[in-house]
């Protein structure tokens, strides 16, 4: 796929890897509709960045956990643009009170909807608003955790787990018009609010990353771009944490 011309659609495009991914896009020449959840500001100034780059940005709200609310977003898109090429499932949750025990049903379902429920939606709407004759790409974010299983995190884990498969699964649902693949990340980003970001990615590189190379955000970017241009490669989950979970 020639990505100049292309209109994208990210979710969670506001803040973190969204935004890198959305920035990203534009740089290659895609028009982009930046959805977010609250960060309304961040979004604001994401889509500034866009159109300083000669690319039309557009910013939408939308509540994934609300199954009517995430129906609205594609039609967003289409409403501005005409139809969408790519679809970027970035969003998603990570509540850290997720243990065994502390789980309730309220929390699963809103972990769910997010991680899990928005992005099928989100991929069967996008599949049926292109054309007969259209190609078209989904990247999932996943986390390279995922196929190691350890306590905590026990309803986000089973979340991801879930759109591993459901990466899978759609690409042979979506054959031979739309491929689908995923990116698996290992730390990218640095904690919010850490004091000096540089050296904890490298202590933790150090420690942890048989590379003892930290993580960043082109690494994503250069990735999924990579993905887009791929019009032989679907099904495929590409781990990007510098060896990390080979050892953990």
Not at 33 to 52: F, P, R, T, W
Not at 71 to 95: H, M, R
Not at 182 to 197: K, M, T, V
């Amino acid at each position: 796929m020639d990505l100049n011309g292309k209109i994208a659609l990210v979710t969670g495009g506001g803040t973190r890897v969204g935004r890198a991914l959305t920035i990203a896009l534009a740089k290659a020449g895609c028009d982009v509709l930046i959805h977010y959840g609250n960060s309304a500001d961040a979004a604001a100034e994401v889509k500034a960045q866009v159109e300083s780059l000669g690319r039309r940005g557009i910013t939408y709200s939308a509540d994934l956990a609300d199954p009517s609310a995430t129906d609205t977003v594609i039609p967003k898109a289409v409403e501005a643009f005409g139809q969408v090429d790519i679809l970027i499932n970035s969003a998603s949750i990570y509540p850290q009170d997720d243990r065994f025990n502390q789980i309730n049903v309220e929390s699963w379902d809103k972990i769910f909807a997010i991680n899990l429920r928005a992005p099928f939606q989100l991929s069967q709407a996008f599949a049926q608003q292109l054309p007969p004759d259209g190609q078209g790409k989904i990247i999932n974010i996943n986390d390279a955790r995922i196929p190691r299983p350890q306590p905590g995190n026990f309803s986000y884990r089973l979340t991801k787990g879930g759109l591993w498969d459901m990466t899978q699964m759609l690409a042979l649902e979506l054959a031979p018009r739309i491929t689908v693949n995923a990116l698996a990340l290992g730390q990218i980003l640095e904690p919010h609010n850490d004091p000096d970001p540089e050296k904890f990615m490298q202590d933790y590189a150090n420690r942890r990353i048989p590379l003892k190379i930290p993580g960043n955000p082109q690494v994503v970017t250069d990735c999924a771009l990579f993905l887009l241009q791929q019009d032989f490669l679907t099904g495929s989950t590409i781990t990007l944490d510098g060896g990390e979970y080979l050892l953990n």
